[in-house]
């Protein structure tokens, strides 16, 4: 009979995990539930991070479940870097069992205006002001790098979902060969006080591409699932610090706070663990509600 506990549904124990955008952020707290439930990380971060910090920070935190971190330096805007990650990480495992594709960026137009209340004039300079590289760099770090990502994992990814486990079943079976893509609650709202237009679109293009991973990866059933975050502490989102351009809009949050590591662990341990193996091909937005808000569904 299968075992209903919550000790073995949400088990990560011994797994493989490669975080994108490990050293900070939505991504540390990730990488931080991943080693304290005993799981194996390799975080990639840009050279400007303090991976080496972060990885003694995590190794301590992971000792006493047997959870480990190593860093490596990775820029996910670069096929070629991807492919020196992907060589690195393919020299110490036969298998992939979790990638979360995490890093991301955000460009704001330079000028700046509250998108809500502004004339038309402010509004058009506003928005006109946005460099077309900004554009292109915001789309090739939000969107195409998850897609060159899950491409050059996919052999170690198919090869943790087809792994033969000790009851006779697979990988597969207890979610393994699963990528996570982080992507945002901007993607499905456009009620903000700030001009998000190009990280929104390219995070509403991540979405679909969820469904486009699945869908080429349905037959190894390497699962691909998308989640949304709302107001989360990071050095994007530096919620709680004087001056915040949303600060103005946390109270709209029904769950009246910003996201927590607690709420963004037990997230992913749900999606890349045994309880959500079942789960392939969707976004879940991990909000506090403020999606309801936005859609005015109060």
Request: charged share 20%; with cysteine.
């Amino acid at each position: 009979m299968a075992s209903l506990a919550a000790l073995d549904l949400f088990n990560v124990q011994g797994r493989v995990a490669v975080v994108t955008g490990g050293s900070s952020g939505i991504g540390l707290m990730i990488s931080k539930g991943l080693v304290q439930n005993g799981a194996k990380v390799y975080i990639a971060a840009l050279p400007s991070d303090p991976i080496a910090d972060v990885v003694t920070e995590l190794n301590h935190m992971g000792r006493d479940a047997g959870g480990t971190a190593e860093g490596f330096i990775c820029d996910v805007s670069s096929k070629e870097s991807i492919s020196g990650l992907v060589q690195h990480i393919s020299q110490k495992e036969q298998s992939l069992d979790i990638l979360i594709s995490n890093a991301g960026i955000r460009r704001d137009p330079p000028q700046a205006c509250n998108v809500l209340t502004a004339n038309l004039e402010e509004l058009q300079k506003s928005m006109w002001s946005i460099e077309e590289k900004d554009w292109e760099d915001t789309f090739r770090v939000n969107s195409t790098a998850h897609y060159f990502l899950s491409v050059a994992f996919l052999p170690l990814l198919a090869a943790a979902a087809e792994k033969q486990t000790g009851n006779g079943g697979k990988g597969r079976d207890e979610g393994k060969g699963v990528i996570i893509i982080t992507s945002s609650c901007a993607s499905m709202h456009n009620v903000t006080n700030v001009d998000l237009t190009s990280y929104a679109t390219s995070k509403a293009a991540t979405d679909h591409l969820v469904k486009l991973l699945a869908a080429k990866y349905n037959r190894f059933y390497v699962r691909v699932v998308g989640m949304n975050p709302g107001f989360v502490p990071s050095n994007m989102n530096p919620v709680g610090t004087e001056g915040n351009i949303f600060s103005s809009l946390f109270d709209k949050v029904p769950a009246k706070r910003a996201g927590a590591s607690e709420d963004m662990a037990g997230t992913i341990l749900y999606l890349v663990s045994k309880a959500g193996a079942y789960v392939d091909g969707v976004s879940l937005c991990v909000d506090g509600g403020r999606i309801l808000v936005a859609n005015g569904q109060e």
